[in-house]
């Protein structure tokens, strides 16, 4: 795809979603909500007070996501998770089934509070990352680097030039650092945040916190006394399960189930599959750690669709409307 059609079809996107936003301020298309059956599990992030693009495009503003709150407790039927494996969905109105992904702190300073206030129910996949003594992922570590490091990063005796989108990219192949770090297992990330710690005094900035803090053990527990809250497990490291050893993924399955079970002193059944991806020996192994709730983003092999422990998710755009996400929502396309 050239550049010149990639930019034809951006503009194409932006022109639809100021049609339905206009279409929807004037009260033309109010009414689309009521006309979609189905369901969909919707996938949230992180959740900050400003600058939600910061370091990622995952993050939405605190603004938005209660707008996103209000729009379902008044147009959709938001179920829990095992309501939504279990099929007891609305014939009236359209499913949906919250999550969040990667255990930031600031799920459990926001979003609990508004849960608490509108009734409704979520699901949290947590990492296990304060159990090996981290309060950071790997990921966001590298996304404060690449935002506030130097124009050129050397690692391993080779140079890496952040490009236009502040992600560094080997000047000899052209890869993005970020896919080798991610390709490799906990021990070169480690590596990583060790050799590139002194770059950057992120920890002096408070006020950053937002965008990469982990919740802590306490934390963990008191989301999971909440009636509306479900707790799942995401790895241990965030680590990509399809790219490290199959041994090293069974691991991780079955100590993200043990230290979060010993937190909150109930069973975890379900398990999100970090960035989405999997194989058919990481769901094997999943199933075996006790998992029987296995949720990616889309399924990569046609089994997936007949298996019952299996659920496609849909990740929210930080970039459009409530109104546009909401479509999306219902559609499941931006």
């Given at each position: ?180 770090i991610r390709s490799g297992g906990f021990n070169e990330k480690v590596k990583m945040m060790e050799q590139l710690g002194g770059l950057v005094n992120f920890r002096e900035n408070k006020l950053e916190q937002d965008y990469w803090l982990q919740m802590t053990a306490r934390q963990i527990n008191e989301l ?90 849909f990740t929210v755009n930080p970039f459009i409307s409530v109104n546009n996400q909401m479509y999306a929502n219902l559609t499941g396309r931006y």
């Amino acid at each position: 795809m050239t550049l010149l059609h990639k930019g034809i079809l951006k503009i194409k996107s932006k022109s639809r979603y100021w049609q339905r936003d206009i279409f929807w301020n004037l009260g033309l298309n109010n009414n689309f909500h009521k006309n979609t059956n189905g369901s969909r599990i919707i996938i949230y992030h992180g959740i900050c007070q400003s600058d939600h693009t910061r370091f990622n495009n995952i993050f939405l503003k605190l603004k938005t996501f209660e707008a996103h709150l209000k729009f379902y407790k008044k147009y959709f039927n938001v179920i829990s998770l095992n309501d939504y494996y279990q099929q007891r969905f609305s014939n009236d109105r359209f499913n949906v089934c919250i999550t969040f992904d990667d255990g930031y702190a600031n799920n459990h300073k926001y979003v609990l509070p508004l849960l608490e206030q509108y009734q409704l129910p979520a699901t949290f996949f947590i990492t296990s990352i304060r159990d090996a003594g981290f309060d950071i992922l790997w990921n966001d570590f590298l996304g404060i680097i690449s935002r506030y490091g130097p124009g050129i990063l050397r690692y391993n005796n080779e140079l890496f030039k952040k490009n236009i989108w502040n992600k560094y990219v080997s000047e000899s192949t052209g890869i993005i650092f970020q896919e080798i770090i991610r390709s490799g297992g906990f021990n070169e990330k480690v590596k990583m945040m060790e050799q590139l710690g002194g770059l950057v005094n992120f920890r002096e900035n408070k006020l950053e916190q937002d965008y990469w803090l982990q919740m802590t053990a306490r934390q963990i527990n008191e989301l999971s006394l909440s009636k509306y809250v479900t707790i799942g497990g995401h790895s241990c490291y965030h680590n990509d399960l399809s790219r490290i050893p199959i041994g090293a993924a069974r691991t991780e399955l079955i100590q993200s189930k043990k230290y979060l079970e010993g937190i909150i002193q109930k069973e975890i059944k379900a398990f999100a599959f970090p960035y989405g991806t999997y194989t058919r020996e990481v769901v094997a192994e999943a199933k075996i750690a006790g998992y029987n709730q296995l949720l990616a983003v889309n399924f990569s092999f046609p089994e997936d669709f007949s298996d019952t422990t299996m659920r496609e998710r849909f990740t929210v755009n930080p970039f459009i409307s409530v109104n546009n996400q909401m479509y999306a929502n219902l559609t499941g396309r931006y």
